[in-house]
C-alpha cells in the first residue's frame, strides 16, 4: 500500500477495509473497485476484476450495502452489478433496459423495507426486490433523475436534466414507496444534484446550476409538507454527505480549480467549521467525500483533473491528515467502508 505511515506502536488500530469505486472515463469501460486493507497494510486497485475475472463495465456512478449484499449501477453499460459483501464475488449483473431493450442508464441506489430504488437517466425510479434481485415496479419522474434519498416512507429524486444542458430541470420528485406514485415535484434550483436526509428528518439538495458559474445552493426540505423551507444562497456545496445531523460539504470552482471541505449542523442550519481540509494535504479535485459514522474519519477522494489517476485521502477527525493512496483508481467516486 502506497502512502500509508505506520503508526506508532503505542496508538490503537482497528482492522478497517474500505471499497473504492473509481468510475472510468466515458465511453473506455474501464470502471474499477479497489479493496484498502489497513490491517494488513495492502491495496488490491482491481478487487473486481481479481476475483470476478471480467471488468466491472463502463462508468460505474455509485456504490452502497444493504445486507449482506452490495449493489453498483454502471451507468453507460445499463447494468446493476450486485456482489457479495464478504467475498465481494458478483451474485448477479441485473441489465437494467426498458421493455423494448433500450438503455435506462442507472445512476444512484437507496434502500427501504428489502427493496432497492434505483434512479435512471431515461426518467425512471425503478424499485427491485432484494430477495429476489428482480424489477418490481417502475414510475416516471423528471428529466434524467440523479441522486435520491428516502425518509418517511418517501423518495426524494432530484430531476437533474444534466443530459440536456442548457435546458436543466430544476425539481425533486417526492414519491411515496407504497403506492410507487409520484405525488407532487418540488422546485428548488437548476440542475439539482446530492440529496440527502438528516437524523433529524430533513431533507437537504443543493441545485449546481451552470457548473462554470460556482453558482451552486444548498436548501433544505420539510418531509412533513414536501416544501423547501430554508435555502442558503452563501453556501456552494458541490456535493455533500450526511452523517446523524452534521452535514460534511465540499465545493470545486470548475473556472479556478478552487476548494474548500466545512461542515454543517442540520439543527441549526450553521456553519459548524469553515476549514477541514489539513494545512500539509495537496488537492486538487475533490470528487466524493464520506464520512465513518464511528470514527468520525472523514475520506475524501481527489479525482486529480479528471485525467490522471486520482487518490484516497483520509482527515482525522481533529482535521489532521492521516493518510493518503496515492493513484487508487480513475476518477475515484465512491467509498464504502466495510
Not at 489497513?38 to 462508468?59: A, P, V, W
Request: hydrophobic share 35%.
Amino acid at each position: 500500500m502506497k502512502d500509508i505511515p505506520r503508526p506508532a506502536a503505542d496508538t490503537p488500530v482497528e482492522p478497517t477495509r474500505l471499497l473504492v469505486l473509481s468510475e472510468g472515463l466515458y465511453n473506455m469501460n474501464n470502471s474499477t473497485l479497489a479493496l484498502v486493507d489497513l490491517s494488513s497494510n495492502s491495496t488490491d486497485y482491481d478487487i473486481f476484476k481479481t476475483l470476478n475475472h471480467r471488468g466491472l463495465g463502463d462508468t460505474a456512478n455509485d456504490l452502497k450495502r444493504y445486507g449482506a449484499k452490495i449493489y453498483i449501477p454502471v451507468n453507460i453499460s445499463s447494468t446493476l452489478e450486485i456482489i457479495d459483501a464478504t467475498s465481494l464475488i458478483s451474485i448477479k449483473r441485473l441489465t437494467i433496459t426498458t421493455p423494448e431493450g433500450t438503455a435506462r442508464q442507472p445512476r444512484r441506489i437507496a434502500f427501504h423495507d428489502g427493496f432497492a430504488y434505483l434512479t435512471c437517466f431515461d426518467g425512471t425510479l425503478i424499485e427491485i426486490d432484494t430477495a429476489s434481485l428482480e424489477i418490481t415496479r417502475t414510475v416516471t419522474l423528471g428529466r434524467n433523475p440523479d441522486h435520491l434519498a428516502i425518509c418517511n416512507g418517501k423518495a426524494y429524486v432530484s430531476n437533474s436534466g444534466g443530459l440536456d444542458y442548457p435546458y436543466y430541470d430544476a425539481t425533486v420528485s417526492v414519491v411515496d414507496l407504497a403506492t410507487m406514485t409520484e405525488l407532487r415535484r418540488v422546485p428548488v434550483g437548476q440542475n439539482p444534484g446530492c440529496i440527502e436526509a438528516s437524523e433529524r428528518g430533513d431533507i437537504y439538495v443543493v441545485s449546481r446550476g451552470d457548473y462554470d458559474l460556482n453558482d451552486y445552493t444548498l436548501h433544505k426540505i420539510d418531509t412533513d409538507i414536501d416544501t423547501v423551507v430554508r435555502s442558503f444562497p452563501d453556501i456552494h456545496p458541490l456535493n455533500f454527505c450526511i452523517v446523524g445531523n452534521t452535514l460534511y460539504m465540499y465545493n470545486y470552482n470548475f473556472a479556478d480549480a478552487s476548494h474548500w471541505v466545512k461542515s454543517f449542523d442540520c439543527i441549526t442550519d450553521r456553519i459548524t467549521n469553515d476549514n477541514l481540509l489539513p494545512e500539509n494535504l495537496t488537492l486538487t479535485t475533490p470528487f466524493s467525500i464520506t464520512v465513518d459514522p464511528s470514527s468520525e474519519e472523514i475520506f475524501l477522494t481527489d479525482a486529480n483533473s479528471f485525467i490522471l489517476f486520482g487518490h484516497l485521502i483520509c482527515i482525522n477527525p481533529d482535521g489532521t491528515l492521516r493518510y493518503i493512496i496515492s493513484e487508487i483508481g480513475l476518477n475515484p467516486n465512491g467509498i464504502l467502508i466495510l
